[in-house]
């Protein structure tokens, strides 16, 4: 059997399996909101935010900051041991807003407070690529001596206009300036990217697989465009739906297994999509479909076409 860079028989680098190779086992996130904000939200960059954003619609309901770290990690803990498969090892996830955007001591505290959670074998932490400096990055190296750390920005475009257009408050240039910088200090980099941004042609969106696979990440994820009630976005879409091309699903699955085949096959793939609660949602909807069943419809492609993540990396047949 076929056995592909990363070491397994499955069709892309799958971030389940980069986990299970690093610590021999599973490992479950635990998302934690501590109450952080955001540069784009409280003025110093802008104050309406980037115009898909409402966190609300991606914070699971255990997770709010009213409840200390400890408490959440806790919480987080007894909702996976009743839903999924027991794990005993967990990341404590970083996940709402701007999990950088605070002083050194402030971050400390709530990092170190999380690793000190039973079973916590690391952090990730989610933010933007104009939320870090040195000294993050030297306290972080130095933690990541001891526990898995990992620093996940939101990119979501390669594309300056797209990024002036949802109001990013960065540019592609910052992102890749940071990604490199934490990337050289030994931490382990990701990315998050959105697929159906208006203004971006699918030819666009499938050349940043190109531009992707050139930076120092170690993992990425990826999400189509959902338009989510409430936001600016909703408001432009409403009034020009002919600038948004939303994939629907059949159409998302082929793009996607294209974007796979150039992507750099060294970048652990962790997400393909993003699913908001319908309940947020307007526009195209994909109907029920639980992650699960998206990373088998997915393989099951790969396996149809007899195609696999990276397969035309540099525009070189791999393998
Ligand atoms: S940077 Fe993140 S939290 Fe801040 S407005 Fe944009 S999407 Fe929302």
Known sequence: MTKYPWGHERRFNAYSNYFRELYGARVQKLSI????????????????????????????????????VTQQIEEGISFHRKRYRRSESYLAYFQAYSNTYAPLEKLKKLYEEALAGSGIIGIVIGTRPDCIDDEKLKYLRELSEKYYVAVEYGIESCYDRTLIRINRGHTFGEADEAVRA???????????????????????????????????????????????????????????PGDFQLFSWEEYLDFFVRFLERLNPEIVVERFTGEAPPR????????????????????????????????????????
Not at 38 to 67: H, L, W
Not at 191 to 217: Q, V, Y
Request: glycine content about 10%; aromatic content about 10%; proline content about 4%.
């Open 182 to 240: 934490t990337a050289a200090y030994g931490i382990n980099t990701g990315a998050h990217f959105i697929f159906g941004l208006p203004g971006e042609t699918r030819e666009e969106m499938l050349a940043e697989a190109d531009i992707i696979s050139t930076l120092p990440l170690k993992t990425v994820k990826f999400h189509q465009l959902q338009i989510i009630k409430g936001t600016a976005m909703e408001k432009e879409y409403q009034n020009n």
């Open 280 to 319: 947020f949602l307007t526009g195209t909807l994909w109907g029920k479909k639980r992650t699960d069943q998206i990373v088998s419809l997915v393989e099951k492609r790969l396996e149809e076409l007899d195609t696999w993540q990276g397969r035309l990396y540099e525009g070189k047949e791999f393998i």
């Open 33 to 68: 909101d501590a109450g952080f904000t955001c540069p784009n939200r409280d003025g110093s960059k802008g104050t309406g935010g980037c115009t898909y954003c409402n966190n609300d619609a991606f914070n699971p309901s255990y997770c709010v900051p009213e409840k200390s």
